[in-house]
């Protein structure tokens, strides 16, 4: 995998959905930020970083619940400050609300939106996506460059037409999917037909975000390139 995972498991999970990824500069770029993922940042050793990146697909507490922790722990433990990326003004807004609740200074971190990053190696775009009904237009998945690898990672989502676009041949699709509740999650019996098309185009397709990670397993485990994502 060109992510390595801090979580794979859905809202009422113990390890909620988080991944990460280095770049040659120094950078840590961490996909999201709940409190499960907090707990393992502060026990993994982040000294040698230079610099953090923390992209925020959507503001749900499995996704953003231990953003504010890291924030402090990086400025006061590690004394850098945390650029939180939003997917757009909107959801940057709303990220700088809950993260003044929590009681975090702007002094601690910035908050940008993507058009501040469009210039990074590893930064393609963000992707709004379909999800919560409550969060209509502020959910976003993300395309990016990971060891010279075409990433697309979907954030929670109900479809993957959004992104279909940016895969290409030698790609990797890290997606949303659901073993029994859809609506708002892709359901892993109906993306097994775009998942099966996207093998056969020479796409390795990675679940993420799971409800069920024994069943999910044994849905797919007679298609080499679906996979269900491990642990760091």
Known sequence: MAL?????????????????????NKEMVIID???SAFQRLKHMELSGYEKFYVLITHTHGDHIGGLGLF???AYFVLNKRVTVVAPSLTVAEDIFTILRIEGNQGAWYQIVTVASIKNKEWFWKAIPTKHSPELEGKCFGYHLTVDGTNVVYTGDTSTIVPFLSSL???A????DTSVYYGQIH?????????FKILNQK??????????????AKKMVEQYPDIEVVELA
């Open 172 to 175: 990797i699709l890290y997606v």
């Open 168 to 170: 290409k041949r030698g």
């Open 186 to 194: 892709l359901k892993l019996e109906d993306g097994l037909k775009y």
């Open 4 to 24: 390595k995972f801090l979580g794979r498991g859905s809202g009422f999970a113990d390890k909620h959905t988080s991944a990460y990824f280095s770049t040659v």
């Open 71 to 73: 924030i402090q722990y």
């Open 202 to 215: 020479g796409i390795k397709v990675y679940l993420m975000h799971l409800d069920d990670v024994e069943e």
């Open 33 to 35: 930020c709940p409190v």
